[in-house]
């Protein structure tokens, strides 16, 4: 593909912005300038921010019926089906992920978007008629307004997917900044929302930085609601900026999840459910099984199956269908991973495969790499790698096995893998996260909401939740008939 030329999409128009310059994007697998995304200012953020106060305000959008808006975005869904190779590329050379799992995310982007407009069709409140003589209170469910998204670079199209229909299927206007490393998906989708006939002003997109784009729009007094995804350290600055306005917010940040493998589990599957759990997207996903926990008298077994498969993983060009690990999306991130798998090491946990860079100056890669023996003293137990890196920890038993997993700051998905119902729901009920998963890994549907605990945030994502942070409950309290004077006087 050729390099790419993106500027913001503002009032249903390309803009180029007041910005100074474009930023280039080069392939994390190989260094090919891929795309230019124009570098947005607070100027621009002002424009979109209005543009889409005027859509919500007076534009036909929020005032449609939910079966109209139904067909808009199911219109959108079948144009993101359409383009599914094209979008899928694109992701490959921005994020530099494996061109099967990219198929993956737009495939979950058309099912998100599907849903979402049959969410548009459901929106409804509740009536209450047992409050009283001559009392009747509606609940109706109403558009948040104006909403302001700011997605990672991980999952581009996906995490988009997650939010922009849920938020348009509720009649909001949106602007979003995607991540200054893969901004192009959203540049992409928002140009199909406009062919499948969403009015002007109702989706936004500035590209540019974090610190000065991303700052503004989420500290903006014109925003109703903030959804957020990526790490922690951004994801409390974003809901500092919120509160400056008391402006409700959902925070989707980072994660260190337990897969916790029991020895009357399904072994095959879970030597399966180990390598997805750390290998998928690179490694570089909120909800990675990035800490297994092999209870004792099947860990040495298990854990040389789970190294001789991974052994056989192929790292290289995202764009080989046969491969499973990409490149990292930069530099500065490889040399994250690289770091903490030095300490790793200097720590004293045992490596049991890889450990190292990999490809040379070709690109941003990392090997497969499995560290057991990890102890819960030790920053790779503790901190969020986001790359290819697995640390396993044995364990005796459920006591054990519960008190690690919930270890850790983060809260937002945990895994378990055992045949036997008791152990599932004993341990899925006394573990902190959001989600979790038993006899599978990083699985799901659009009717699911995800969410966070602790570090990992709050509020949902997807699901009919998801749709509700979009929206805001009215009381109206209708007295009809005579009223006994509460002032007689
Ligand atoms: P960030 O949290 O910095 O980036 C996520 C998004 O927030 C990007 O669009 C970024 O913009 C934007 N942003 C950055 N600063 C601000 C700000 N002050 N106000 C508003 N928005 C802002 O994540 P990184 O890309 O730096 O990744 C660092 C680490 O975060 C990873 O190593 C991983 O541990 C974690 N992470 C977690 C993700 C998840 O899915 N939960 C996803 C990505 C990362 P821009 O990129 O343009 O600067």
Request: glycine share 12%.
């Amino acid at each position: 593909m050729s390099t790419r030329s993106y500027h913001h999409f503002i009032g249903g128009e390309v803009v180029d912005g007041a910005g100074r310059g474009a930023i280039e994007r080069r392939s994390p697998a190989g260094g090919r300038l891929v795309a230019r995304y124009a570098e947005g200012t607070p100027d621009d953020i002002d424009l979109a921010v209005e543009a889409a106060r005027a859509a919500f305000e007076q534009g036909p959008w929020p005032r449609m019926s939910g079966l109209q808006r139904a067909e808009v975005l199911n219109r959108l869904a079948d144009l993101i089906r359409d383009n599914r190779e094209r979008l899928a590329r694109i992701e490959v050379e921005e994020v530099g992920k494996p061109i099967r799992f990219a198929r993956g995310d737009i495939d979950g982007a058309v099912g998100l978007t599907r849903y979402a407009a049959s969410l548009a069709m459901q929106m409804a409140g509740s009536v209450y008629t047992n409050i009283g003589a001559g009392k009747t209170a509606l609940l109706t469910r109403e558009a948040v307004g104006v909403v302001a998204l700011v997605t990672p670079w991980n999952f581009p199209a996906l995490i988009l997917s997650q939010k922009v229909p849920f938020a348009l299927a509720a009649g909001c206007a949106v602007v979003l900044k995607p991540s200054e490393f893969t901004s192009g998906s959203a540049f992409e989708i928002a140009a199909l929302a406009a062919e499948a006939g969403l009015p002007a002003g109702v989706f936004n997109v500035v590209s540019g930085y974090g610190a000065t784009v991303g700052d503004h729009l989420t500290a903006h007094p014109g925003i109703d609601f903030v959804s957020f995804t990526g790490s922690t350290r951004t994801g409390s600055r974003v809901v500092a900026n919120t509160s400056r306005h008391l402006v409700k917010s959902s925070v989707e940040l980072g994660g260190k999840s337990a897969n916790i493998v029991f020895a009357d589990a399904d072994l095959e599957a879970a030597v399966d459910g180990a390598l997805m759990g750390v290998f998928f997207n690179n490694g570089e996903c909120c909800v990675s099984g990035s800490r297994l926990f092999v209870q004792s008298s099947i860990a040495d077994d298990f854990i040389a199956k789970v190294v001789e498969r991974s052994r056989r993983l192929k790292v290289g060009d995202p764009f080989d269908e046969d491969t499973d690990i990409g490149a990292l999306i930069d530099e500065q991130h490889l040399a994250k991973v690289a770091g903490l798998v030095r300490t790793g090491i200097e720590e004293g946990a045992e490596l049991a495969l890889g450990g190292k860079v990999a490809g040379g100056s070709a690109g941003h890669f990392h090997e497969a790499t499995i560290f057991d023996r990890v102890e819960p003293g030790m920053t790779i137990f503790r901190e969020e790698i986001f790359g290819p890196v697995l640390s396993v920890t044995r364990f005796e038993t459920v006591e054990d096995a519960v008190r690690l997993a919930n270890d850790t700051a983060y809260g937002l998905s945990n895994y378990v893998w055992s045949k036997n119902i008791d152990t599932v729901l004993t341990v899925a009920k006394r573990l902190k996260s959001g989600w979790v998963q038993a006899n599978t890994v990083i699985d799901g549907a659009p009717q699911l909401p995800l969410t966070g605990v602790k570090g990992s945030g709050f509020g949902y994502e997807m699901g009919q939740a998801g749709f509700e942070e979009f929206t805001q409950l009215k009381t109206l309290l209708i007295h009809t008939g005579p009223r006994a004077p509460v002032f007689p006087v």
